[in-house]
């Protein structure tokens, strides 16, 4: 009697959702962009200072999508930075 067999193959942690991003680096486009619409919707006349923050808006959210070091993101590293100078030295006597 043949028995089927079903093998199972675990997912990565985080699967890719659109063009290699994951879930977690497109929550970072979406935050830009909805910056700048609220700074394109608050210039009531076109500056410099909007398209400053325009531009700076997206390049940040691109950059936190798509950066990575050691297959790590740039949010996780600043994370790891972050927590490794709040953390409290506990040195020896």
């Known amino acids: ?3 089927n067999r079903i093998v199972t193959i675990p997912l990565g942690r985080e699967p890719e959702v659109l ?3 994951k ?3 497109l929550i970072w486009i979406a935050a830009s ?3 700048d619409l609220a700074v394109w919707h608050g210039s009531h006349h076109v ?3 909007a ?3 325009l531009g700076a808006a997206s390049v ?3 950059a936190m999508a798509t950066v990575r070091y050691s297959n790590v993101s740039l949010p996780q590293w600043i994370w790891r930075w972050a927590r490794f100078y709040l953390a409290p030295r506990l040195f020896l006597p």
């Open 51 to 53: 398209w400053v923050a």
């Open 19 to 21: 063009f290699g991003l």
């Open 47 to 49: 500056s410099p200072a």
């Open 1 to 3: 009697m043949a028995v």
């Open 33 to 35: 962009a909805t910056v």
């Open 23 to 25: 879930l977690s680096d």
């Open 60 to 62: 940040s959210g691109v």
